[in-house]
Structure formats: structure tokens, C-alpha cells
């Protein structure tokens, strides 16, 4: 079955401080790997899309990471700031055709002052 | 461009009321996405659509629930009747070709059914 786990499920952090979300995934085959920052009341909004052969990509403060023979992946946020709170949700598309979507439920982080 | 567009915002209905769902999704875009977020399950796939032709529907949870796309710039999702068990947010996206650019999620339907 492909799943995509995500941990932590929650944390709290300092602004100013960094923080790294892992994302574990068992989808086969492999197309891309995507995540999302969510805000609360709003819809995700993709921050970065890896392919196969691409290990790491970053979007400013964000830096995102693919090791696609471990299936894991992580997302840095570097000196965190108080617009940062939100879920971070991993996305891998399945590479079967269809392009189906798994989701992971999310790291849900609070960046306090 | 508007990005894409849903509505109303938020819905509270009693429960055996029907509810519909509306998205306009971004011009251009040939696929359209419906999905249900809950805190439980995270984000699922109800059903999605190709130049207006529904592809997948394995997602709708029941026959209370249908889609239409009658067009390429206007889609509804509809639970008739509705139960407290759909109280979810609702989001629907677009994108073209189905590629992860440009893939666009609405800012969703926050849906309460008492």
C-alpha cells in the first residue's frame, strides 16, 4: 500500500531557530515528492517538487531532501520566523500513469516568540 | 489570475440538508481535484476530472456523494443528505496536465453538519 509517514506529528520552536520534519514513504514506483506548507484556514501550498534524481532543493528558508533508495525525505527551515507556524504536509506521486497522490497527515509546527 | 476559487467559505447545515460545493477552478487547467481533509485521515481524494470527464471517482465515499464538472471553469460537489460524519473541509485544486507545477489547491469549504 503506498503511505507516506510523517514525524514529527508536532513541534514547538523558537523563532530564530532551525528545525528539520522527516517524511518516510513506501510508494512504488516513484514519480515526485512535493511539500506543502498549509496555514491554518487556508489550502497548501507547495513549497518544493523533487524528482528521482534530484537530492536536495531549496526555496529561500526551506531547504527540502530526497534520498530515494532509503524512501525518506526531510524538510529544513532555517531560523525560523513566527510566519512558519503552519503544517508542512509531504506529497509523493505515485508513478504508475495515473499520478495518484499520497498524502501524509502533516508536522504540525508552532514558531514561538 | 485568481488562483483557484471556492465557495461559499464555510457551511453549517443540519443534518438530511442537502450541501453543494463550488469550484472554479484556474484558467487553462485541464484537471480538476476534490478532496476531503480531516484531522483523522489528513487529505484524501474524493474524485477527479479530465477536460470535464470524470476519470476517478473511488474516492467518494458513498452515494450521497456526487460530482459534476459541467464545464471547464465551473464544478460542484454535492452530499445529499448530509451527514455530521462529512463535517470536514472540503478543498478542491487544478492543474494542467496533471504535472506538480502549478499544481493549485483552493483555500477550501470548511463544511458542519449538525
Not at chain 2, 37 to 65: A, C, H, K, W
Request: glycine share 8%; net charge neutral.
Amino acid at each position: 500500500k503506498n503511505q507516506v509517514e510523517q514525524s514529527p506529528q508536532s513541534l514547538i520552536i523558537l523563532e530564530g531557530k532551525n528545525c528539520t520534519l522527516q517524511c518516510n514513504y513506501t510508494v512504488s514506483p516513484f514519480s515526485n515528492l512535493r511539500w506543502y506548507k498549509q496555514d491554518t484556514g487556508r489550502g497548501p501550498v507547495s513549497l518544493t517538487i523533487m524528482t528521482f534524481s534530484e537530492n536536495t532543493k531549496s526555496n529561500g528558508r526551506y531547504t527540502a531532501t530526497l534520498d530515494a533508495d532509503t524512501k525518506q525525505s526531510s524538510l529544513h527551515i532555517t531560523a525560523s520566523q513566527l510566519s512558519d507556524s503552519a503544517s508542512y504536509i509531504c506529497v509523493v506521486s505515485v508513478g504508475d500513469g495515473n499520478n495518484r497522490l499520497a498524502f501524509g497527515k502533516g508536522n504540525q509546527v508552532v514558531v514561538i516568540p | 489570475d485568481a488562483g483557484v476559487i471556492q465557495s461559499p467559505r464555510h457551511e453549517v447545515t443540519e443534518m438530511g440538508q442537502e450541501v453543494t460545493l463550488r469550484c472554479k477552478p484556474i484558467s487553462g487547467h485541464d484537471y480538476l481535484f476534490w478532496y476531503r481533509q480531516t484531522m483523522m485521515r489528513g487529505l484524501e481524494l474524493l474524485i477527479y476530472f479530465n477536460n470535464n470527464v470524470p476519470i476517478d471517482d473511488s474516492g467518494m465515499p458513498e452515494d450521497r456523494f456526487s460530482a459534476k464538472m459541467p464545464n471547464a471553469s465551473f464544478s460542484t460537489l454535492k452530499i445529499q443528505p448530509s451527514e455530521p460524519r462529512d463535517s470536514a473541509v472540503y478543498f478542491c485544486a487544478s492543474s494542467f496536465n496533471n504535472l506538480p507545477y502549478g499544481y493549485t489547491f483552493g483555500s477550501g469549504t470548511r463544511l458542519t453538519v449538525v
